[in-house]
């Protein structure tokens, strides 16, 4: 929504979310970040720090607001924080035209899948659109509640496009999904990748 501050004698307008579903995957990483960090930062500047996350009011400017406005948007803030995101799973998301598909079989994944899953879990909020760009790929045939996405290449372009358009209501219930089964997902992977590597004497056995 737009919200009307004072920056010295000029009225600003600027865009503030008013959940977090509205968030794009690249301010939620930035905010993310910001509320793991800097737990001595006193407190009107972490609130500085995450409006310059969430808004698109640049930070010089925010420092030039009164205090009036900065209490106004701190309202705001303790609303925006109180939303809870969507958690329901988008099995299809769209973007410019193009459908990207949820992995449909992800017992299923690949070597190269798993491999780069894995390395991107070490650090999930900051390797998020990394993920996803694995996890949403676009689809290439389509029938009832069948579908297919094309095979799995690393596609740095995919990833950033994804950390632009993507809101947290698109991707959040696909982060919940793949955090609840990750781990028994990751560990029956391994053993089936470990047990492939064996059959091709990759892996030695006494």
């Known amino acids: 929504m737009k919200v009307k501050l004072l ?4 009225k600003l307008s600027f865009n503030i ?8 995957l690249g301010s939620y990483q930035r905010l993310m970040a910001v509320l793991k960090k800097d737990e001595d930062v006193h407190d009107i500047e972490k609130v500085i720090r995450i409006l310059n996350c969430i808004t698109d009011i640049p930070k010089r400017q925010l420092y030039g607001l009164d205090m009036k406005s900065i209490g106004k ?17 988008k099995h299809f998301i769209e973007i410019e035209g193009v459908e990207y598909g949820f992995h449909p079989k992800l017992v299923d994944m690949t070597l190269g899948e798993f491999v780069d899953l894995e390395t991107y879990t070490e650090n999930l909020e900051e390797n998020l659109h990394n993920i996803l760009s694995i996890l949403y790929r ?23 496009l994804f950390k632009k358009h993507l809101k947290v209501e698109d991707f959040n219930g696909a982060s ?19 047990e492939k590597l064996k059959k091709t004497d990759l892996v030695k056995t006494d």
Do not use: C, M, W
């Not at 069948?146 to 690393?154: G, N, Q, S, V, W």
């Not at 997902?185 to 053993?191: E, R, T």
């Open 7 to 10: 920056n010295g004698k000029k």
């Open 17 to 24: 979310p008013e959940s977090f579903d509205e968030l794009n």
């Open 73 to 89: 948007l701190g309202k705001h803030l303790t609303t925006f924080l109180e939303t809870v995101p969507t958690d329901e799973l």
């Open 138 to 160: 676009p689809v290439t045939a389509k029938k009832d509640d069948k579908y297919r996405i094309e095979d799995y290449e690393p596609n740095e372009e995919r990833a950033d």
């Open 176 to 194: 919940v999904f793949f955090y609840d089964l990750g781990t028994q997902l990751l560990i029956n992977s391994k053993k089936s990748s470990i």
